[in-house]
């Protein structure tokens, strides 16, 4: 992500990880009309969100365009959990405090609106190119 993109939510998330233990860490999220850009946070404990935590700049990007769906939606003591489905196959869990808009939903509905985007250009990308072929003259007759 390059070139600045408009940020549709900017908070915390837990993801467990691909370890053995597969422990919960919490990670910074940015949704953003291209994807989710994930960052870890780097000591200070408590809740991640205190202005004495540093997040990491390293981020991880999971691109729209390599999301297949967002899947797997559990409430469970307070908490939602949900899995984001990759293109390769690969699962990614997440999970997220219950109260107010779940990150689940706004991710899906993000995903969707990327999705529909996409399916419009390529249908005027098509449109435009048989426009564009129908007038070289070959339907002329002679």
């Known amino acids: 992500m390059s070139l600045p993109v408009k940020?549709?939510?900017?908070?915390?998330l837990e993801k467990r990880s691909s370890g053995l233990l597969q422990l919960w860490k919490k990670k910074r999220c940015v949704l953003t009309e291209d994807g989710l850009r994930l960052q870890s946070c780097r000591g200070?404990?408590?809740?991640g969100d205190a202005p004495g935590s540093a997040w990491s700049s390293k981020a991880k990007e999971l691109r729209f365009?390599?999301?297949v769906t967002v899947d797997?939606?559990?409430?469970?003591?307070?908490l939602v959990y949900f899995t984001?489905?990759?293109?390769?196959?690969?699962?990614?869990?997440?999970?997220?405090?219950?109260?107010?808009?779940?990150?689940?939903?706004?991710?899906?509905?993000?995903?969707v609106r990327y999705k529909n985007l996409q399916a419009i250009q390529t249908g005027?990308?098509?449109h435009l190119s048989s426009a564009h072929l129908?007038?070289?003259?070959?339907d002329v007759e002679l």
């Open 72 to 78: 797997c939606v559990e409430y469970k003591r307070g």
């Open 65 to 67: 365009e390599r999301m």
């Open 7 to 12: 940020v549709m939510r900017d908070g915390r």
């Open 124 to 126: 005027r990308n098509r």
């Open 134 to 138: 129908g007038s070289t003259g070959e």
């Open 84 to 111: 984001v489905v990759m293109a390769t196959g690969k699962e990614i869990d997440f999970r997220c405090p219950q109260d107010g808009t779940a990150w689940n939903a706004e991710i899906a509905l993000a995903l």
């Open 44 to 47: 200070g404990g408590g809740d």
